[in-house]
């Protein structure tokens, strides 16, 4: 393996929550003085 140090289901556990309805609902929420900051994009695998 290349990378042996890279703890993969930790990685694999991040994407997971990266591309969930509850990170896409924080994502599209963030907004300063009405304006959002951020568009969710990301799609799951």
Same mark, same amino acid.
């Given at each position: *393996?290349?990378?042996?140090?890279?703890?993969?289901?930790?990685? &694999?556990?991040?994407?997971?929550? #990266?591309? *969930?309805?509850?990170?896409?609902?924080?994502?599209?929420?963030? &907004?300063?003085?009405?304006?959002? #900051?951020?568009?969710?994009?990301?799609?799951?695998?």
């Amino acid at each position: *393996s290349l990378h042996t140090h890279v703890k993969y289901q930790l990685v &694999e556990k991040l994407e997971n929550w #990266l591309t *969930s309805t509850t990170a896409k609902s924080m994502i599209n929420g963030y &907004e300063i003085d009405g304006q959002a #900051l951020f568009t969710f994009n990301a799609e799951p695998k």
